[in-house]
């Protein structure tokens, strides 16, 4: 009798990032007349820093080392991060060329060798839903299938939001783009995880991450996980009253979750 081998069941590995790219070399030009002579990054919510709200998450998903750069008023954010000591903090200057979004991350690839890390914009504001945001990205992210993987927030519940969405996502989270003047479930919050080999044959200098967006989407590897907390869009000053008020509404002036 001929004993036939026996099937090992694909188990997923799961990989927490340890690294992360946070972009915060935009102009912060809808948010003026604020960012006149402050850094979008810096401006405050509920007394703490756009910026560091966005270090603190990912600290508190076990990232050791942040890449960020910067351009505008950078000076100022290099002199803001010098106090903080509970990660590595590497300083990517685009002061003279301005790299846009994946462009930015490319400069920057030797840091992250050949393992997935988080991408996050420097100026968003977002408070966790009963599992940390990061933490569900974290279980989602299939290295096998994924280049990308996308934190999404809903369209009509997002807070100051007044745009049409950005993707729609199928019943195994693959994502594909909003046709034109419709409106979609999904828009995409800033934050995401990415895999290096996503930028294979990517443009030297400025593009943007859209790029390889499209070009995940062409190939079924551009996912998406839906953001079950609250999500805010800071690109007015109006929209940083009102998260400000909501911030005193539910807080009461306590720290976010």
Request: proline share 5%; net charge negative; hydrophobic share 40%.
């Amino acid at each position: 009798m001929v004993n036939k081998p026996v099937e090992k069941p694909n188990i997923r590995v799961k990989i927490v990032p340890k690294k992360a790219m946070v972009l915060a070399a935009g102009l912060g030009r809808r948010l003026r007349p604020i960012t006149a002579n402050l850094p979008k990054p810096l401006v405050k919510l509920a007394n703490r820093t756009l910026l560091d709200y966005t270090l603190d998450h990912l600290v508190a998903a076990g990232v050791e080392c942040a890449v960020i750069n910067i351009h505008y008023l950078g000076d100022q954010i290099k002199q803001h991060l010098s106090s903080r000591d509970d990660l590595e903090i590497i300083i990517s200057s685009e002061e003279d060329n301005l790299l846009e979004t994946g462009g930015g991350v490319k400069k920057v690839l030797e840091h992250f060798g050949n393992e997935p890390f988080y991408v996050s914009n420097a100026d968003v504001f977002w408070l966790n839903g009963p599992t940390m945001a990061l933490e569900r990205m974290i279980e989602q992210w299939d290295d096998t299938k994924m280049d990308a993987l996308l934190l999404l927030h809903s369209t009509v519940e997002a807070y100051g939001y007044r745009g049409n969405g950005d993707f729609e996502v199928d019943p195994l989270g693959k994502l594909s783009r909003r046709l034109e003047k419709e409106i979609t479930p999904y828009l995409f919050t800033g934050v995401q995880i990415i895999h290096p080999r996503i930028f294979k044959d990517t443009p030297d200098g400025r593009f943007s991450l859209n790029l390889i967006y499209d070009r995940a989407i062409e190939v079924d590897r551009l996912y998406g996980v839906a953001h079950d907390g609250e999500w805010f869009h800071i690109g007015t000053p109006d929209g940083l009253l009102d998260a400000e008020s909501y911030m005193g509404q539910r807080y009461s002036g306590r720290r976010h979750r």
